[in-house]
């Protein structure tokens, strides 16, 4: 078992920044990759960026260049710095656990809203 607590949602201006932040905690040896999606109404949930165990990193390209995942190993913690934000970036975010048995589990999202 793997859960997951996000932080960091709320509302700002477009080419704002925000830092959103996941708490994980459970079986984290287990971890293959984490990740962040986001999804909006009426829509599937999308990977926006991932972070594998062996360091590598993946962007949607619709975030390239903007958006930064990392990782802090002593916290158990993991971030997407957002940055140059724009109306279409408005979502509820989730935090995302693919573990090695092919299970994903999620946090309950933080909602992400870029608006004038």
């Known amino acids: 078992q793997v859960q997951l607590v996000e932080s960091g949602g709320g509302l700002v201006q477009p080419g704002g920044s925000l830092r959103l932040s996941c708490v994980v905690s459970?079986?984290?040896?287990?971890?293959?990759?984490l990740n962040w999606y986001r999804q909006t109404p009426g829509n599937e949930r999308e990977l926006v960026a991932s972070?594998?165990?062996?360091?590598?990193?993946d962007y949607a390209d619709s975030v390239k260049g903007r958006f930064t995942i990392s990782r802090d190993n002593t916290k158990n913690a993991l971030y997407l710095q957002m940055n140059s934000l724009k109306p279409e970036d408005t979502a509820v975010y989730y935090c995302?656990?693919?573990?090695?048995?092919?299970?994903?589990?999620w946090g309950p999202g933080t909602q992400v809203t870029v608006s004038s």
């Open positions: 995302n656990a693919y573990v090695f048995a092919g299970r994903n589990y």
């Open positions: 459970g079986s984290i040896f287990s971890i293959y990759s």
């Open positions: 972070s594998a165990v062996d360091g590598s990193t």
